[in-house]
C-alpha cells in the first residue's frame, strides 16, 4: 500500500486501528468480487483501492448505536458497508457511496 494514501486516509479517519479494521472489510469485498467505487489501475492493489475510496470519500462510516439504527445487524449479514442507494428513503444518485457501522 502506498504510505501517502495510509497517511490521507489516516486524517480523515482520525483513529488508526479504525482505519485498519474500514480497509480490511473493504479489501476482503474486494477480493470476493465487489465492484470498486473508483477509476482503477491494474496496478492498484485492494488495499490501494480501499484507501482511495476512503480519500476520496465514497466510503463513509458511522458509530452505531442502540437507540437509533438505519439498518438491523440481521440486514447487515454481518458487512460493515451498506449502498447508500438501497435505501428506501434515501434518493438514489450516480456518486456511489457505502457507509460502514462499526460496532464498538
Not at 491494474?42 to 437509533?68: Q, Y
Not at 447508500?84 to 434515501?90: F, K, P, R
Amino acid at each position: 500500500m502506498k504510505v501517502e494514501l495510509i497517511e490521507k486516509a489516516a486524517q480523515i479517519v482520525g483513529d488508526n486501528q479504525l482505519l485498519v479494521n474500514i480497509v480490511s472489510k473493504r479489501v476482503q469485498q474486494l477480493n470476493q468480487g465487489a465492484d470498486p467505487y473508483i477509476p482503477t489501475t491494474p496496478e492498484m492493489g485492494s488495499g490501494d483501492i480501499a484507501l482511495t475510496e476512503i480519500v476520496e470519500g465514497k466510503i463513509i462510516w458511522r458509530e452505531a448505536d442502540d437507540e437509533s439504527s438505519l439498518i438491523s445487524g440481521a440486514d447487515l449479514e454481518d458487512d460493515l458497508f451498506i449502498d447508500m442507494s438501497e435505501m428506501g428513503d434515501m434518493p438514489a444518485s450516480d456518486d456511489r457511496t457505502l457507509t460502514a457501522t462499526i460496532d464498538l
